[in-house]
C-alpha cells in the first residue's frame, strides 16, 4: 500500500532479483518485490497461460500493436502481425542501433528463454569479470547456482535417439567433420518431462515450440525455484504490474521509491511511493541502467558516480541460418529447448548455440545464435530534450560478431558444400544483426558499483543483475548472472544487515 515502509525493496524479479529474494528472507529480512509484468499464473480464453512461438497474440509482447519476432520471416513471406496492445511476455526493446529483447513478468528472463545453463570456460572467466576470484566463484557460487536453478544435463542416451534432436545431431555432424569442438550444454528444462513429451504422455511443451512467449510445461523457471523458495519463508510480497519510476534519499532515513501501477494495456492507473531502508536495482541490465541513468540526471540520486551508464555489450550475439543438402533433414519436430555449442572461442572468438527452428515442418536449416568477443560497448545516456534514456550502440559494430561468427560457419559452409540462409530476417540478409537476446553491463562491477554491487556514493542502494557484467560472458549469461549475485548477497548479508 502506498505509504508503506518495507526494509528491502527488489526492483524486478529476473535471475539477480531472486537470488536476493532468497537469501534475504531466509536471513529473516522481509522483502517486497516490484515487477512491472504480469504474474503469469492466469490462463487464457485458451486455457493456457502462454501462447505458442508460431501463434504469437495478445500475451506475446510487451506493449506492442505489432509483432516483432526475431525471425521476421520464412521462406521470403513476413512473418509480423498485428496484436492487441498488452502487457505481454516478450519485450522487443528498441534502441537507435539494436532491438533487446527481454522477458517482462514475475521471473523476468527466465520466462522467455530457451534455459541454456552455461557456465563459462574457466580460463576465459578473468576476461569476464576481471575484479572476481575465479576460485570462489568455481568452487562455491557457480554450484549454488546450477544447483539452485535445477541444472541438469540431457541424458545421452536419449538424445542420440530422440527425433526432437535431430536438428542438433545435424549440428554435430557438420560441426566435427569440419573440426570444431561440439560441446554439450546443461538446461533447466525437466528432461523426464520432454521424454514423456515425446513418448505421448502429457502435453507438449518444448516439442510443441515453446519457448520465446513462454512454456506452458517442463520449464524450472525462477518462479518454481528460487523465488518459491523465498515464498515458503512467508517473508516475500511480490507486486506484479507494477513499475518502479523512482528512487531518492527519504527525509528520515533510507529511500522513497515511487512506484506505478499499471492496467494490461499499460496505462498508469495509481501511483504510490512506500519507503525503504535498502534498494535492490535487480530490472535487468537495461531496465537497471535506464533507471540509475535517469535518476542520476534528472536529481534523485545525484552522487551515483560518473560510471552510470557506461559498459554495456549486447554479448556478441548474432544468428544465422543455414542451408542444408536434401540428404541432411533437420527434422519437422524439433525440441526448443537448446542442448548443446560449437566452441571456436580461441580460434576465432565464437561459441555458436546449436539453436532449434522449430516450425513444425521440415525446413532443412540448420539455425545458429553465436555468442561473440565483440569488442564494442555502448553508453545510456540522459536526453533532456526528449526525457529519455538512449543507447550510442552503433549497428555497424556488429560487423565484429559476423567475422567472428564466420570463422566457424564459413569453413563448415565450404566443407559442406552448403551456403547461407537468406529467408530469416528480410531483405535477403543473411546475418540476424540487428538484435541482442543477452543484454549485459551499464552499472558494472567494481566500477559503478564496490566489488559487491553496493552503488558507489549511497548506502543501502545495491546493483545486483546483468547490469554488474561488463558485456560479455563468453557464453549464454543467466548462470553468471545467478552466480554473481550468490556471491554478492553472502557477502552483503554477512556485513550489511
Ligand atoms: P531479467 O531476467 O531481465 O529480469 C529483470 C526484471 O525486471 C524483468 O522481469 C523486468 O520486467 C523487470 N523490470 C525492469 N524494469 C523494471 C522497473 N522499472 N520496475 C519494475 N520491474 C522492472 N540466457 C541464458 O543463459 N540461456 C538461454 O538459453 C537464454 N535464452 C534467451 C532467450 C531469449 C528469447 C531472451 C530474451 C533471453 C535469453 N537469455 C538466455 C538471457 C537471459 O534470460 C538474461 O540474461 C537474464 O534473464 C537476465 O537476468 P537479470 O536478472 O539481469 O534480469
Keep these: 500500500a502506498s505509504g508503506a515502509h518495507v526494509p528491502v525493496l527488489v526492483v524486478g524479479t529476473g535471475y539477480g532479483g531472486c537470488v536476493a529474494a532468497l537469501r534475504l528472507t531466509v536471513a529473516g529480512v522481509d522483502v517486497h518485490m516490484a515487477e512491472m509484468g504480469m504474474a503469469w499464473d492466469t490462463p487464457g480464453p485458451d486455457g493456457k497461460i502462454f501462447a505458442n512461438t508460431t501463434r504469437p497474440d495478445y500475451r506475446s509482447f510487451w506493449l506492442r500493436t505489432r509483432t516483432r519476432q526475431p525471425l521476421s520471416n520464412f521462406l521470403g513471406f513476413p512473418l509480423d502481425k498485428d496484436v492487441p496492445r498488452h502487457t505481454g511476455i516478450l519485450d522487443a526493446e528498441d534502441f537507435a542501433g539494436i532491438t533487446v529483447y527481454q522477458g517482462r513478468g514475475v521471473g523476468g528472463g527466465s520466462l522467455v528463454n530457451g534455459g541454456m545453463a552455461v557456465t563459462p570456460r574457466r580460463d576465459l572467466f578473468p576476461a569476464v569479470l576481471p575484479t572476481v576470484d575465479p576460485a570462489e566463484m568455481y568452487g562455491t557460487y557457480y554450484p549454488r547456482a546450477t544447483a539452485g536453478l535445477g541444472v541438469t544435463p540431457v541424458d545421452p542416451a536419449w538424445w542420440e535417439a530422440a527425433d526432437c534432436y535431430q536438428y542438433a545431431r545435424v549440428g554435430r555432424r557438420h560441426a566435427e567433420r569440419s573440426g570444431f569442438p561440439f560441446v554439450f550444454v546443461p538446461n533447466v528444462y525437466d528432461w523426464d518431462y520432454m521424454k514423456r513429451e515425446a513418448a505421448g504422455g502429457v502435453p507438449r511443451s518444448a516439442l510443441e515450440g515453446e519457448v520465446i512467449y513462454g512454456n506452458n510445461h517442463g520449464k524450472k523457471t525462477l518462479p518454481k525455484t528460487y523465488l518459491a523458495r523465498a515464498a515458503a519463508t512467508g517473508r516475500l510480497a511480490v507486486s506484479p504490474l507494477h513499475e518502479v519510476t523512482a528512487v531518492t534519499p527519504a527525509p528520515r532515513g533510507g529511500y522513497t521509491v515511487t512506484l506505478e501501477r499499471l492496467d494490461t494495456t499499460g496505462v498508469t492507473v495509481e501511483t504510490k511511493t512506500v519507503t525503504a531502508d535498502r534498494v535492490f536495482f535487480a530490472a535487468g541490465s537495461v531496465g537497471t541502467s535506464k533507471l540509475l541513468t535517469r535518476l542520476k540526471a534528472t536529481g534523485a540520486l545525484p552522487a551515483l558516480n560518473d560510471q552510470i551508464g557506461k559498459g554495456w555489450g549486447d554479448n556478441g550475439n548474432v544468428m544465422c541460418g543455414r542451408a542444408n543438402h536434401m ?44 555468442i561473440t568477443k565483440n569488442p564494442h560497448r555502448a553508453e545510456f545516456r540522459w536526453n533532456p530534450a526528449t526525457r529519455n534514456v538512449e543507447l ?68 543501502g542502494l545495491y546493483v545486483i543483475d546483468g547490469a554488474l557484467i561488463p558485456g560479455n560472458t563468453t557464453v549464454n549469461p543467466f548462470v553468471t548472472i545467478t552466480a554473481l549475485a550468490e556471491r554478492n548477497i553472502e557477502h552483503i548479508v554477512a556485513n550489511d544487515l
Design 327 to 370: 540428404w541432411d533433414p533437420t527434422g519437422k519436430l524439433q525440441s526448443a529447448m537448446p542442448t548443446a555449442g560449437i566452441d571456436n572461442w580461441d580460434a576465432g572468438g565464437a561459441f555458436a548455440e546449436v539453436a532449434p527452428l522449430p516450425t513444425g515442418i521440415e525446413t532443412y536449416a540448420s539455425f545458429y545464435l553465436s
Design 392 to 459: 550510442t550502440w552503433d549497428r555497424a559494430w556488429k560487423q565484429a560478431s559476423i567475422d567472428a561468427a564466420r570463422t566457424i560457419f564459413d569453413r563448415i559452409n565450404a566443407k559442406e558444400g552448403t551456403i547461407y540462409r537468406t529467408d530469416l530476417f528480410g531483405g535477403n540478409r543473411i546475418w540476424g544483426d540487428h538484435l541482442t537476446y543477452h543484454p549485459l553491463g551499464g552499472a558494472v562491477l567494481g566500477r559503478a558499483t564496490d566489488n559487491h554491487g553496493r552503488l558507489h556514493g549511497y548506502d
